[in-house]
């Protein structure tokens, strides 16, 4: 499980919201609850879709895959 930092910001009656350490995670909700579930939802999306492409543009190759921990 990562962990990440979500940003929340209300614009009218809409949730906006991002992930700072992950370009193009970012959604909208009516609710606080909704922006975050979709937040969720957007986060696994792109990590999926990431990892499909890297295991593409390495195929037929030689490749080395490991998990990595970073503390930050």
């Known amino acids: 499980m ?3 930092t979500a ?4 614009e009218g009656e809409w949730w906006m919201a991002y992930v700072e350490e992950l370009p193009g995670a970012n959604t ?3 609710s ?3 922006a975050r579930e979709n937040l969720k939802e957007a ?3 792109i990590i ?8 593409r543009a390495t195929q037929g190759r030689t490749v080395l895959r490991e998990e ?3 503390a930050v």
């Open 43 to 45: 986060i696994q999306l």
């Open 32 to 34: 606080l609850d909704e």
């Open 2 to 4: 990562e962990k990440f």
């Open 48 to 55: 999926e879709a990431n990892r499909e492409l890297a295991r």
């Open 68 to 70: 990595m921990v970073v």
């Open 28 to 30: 909208q909700g009516k």
């Open 7 to 10: 940003v929340f910001q209300q």
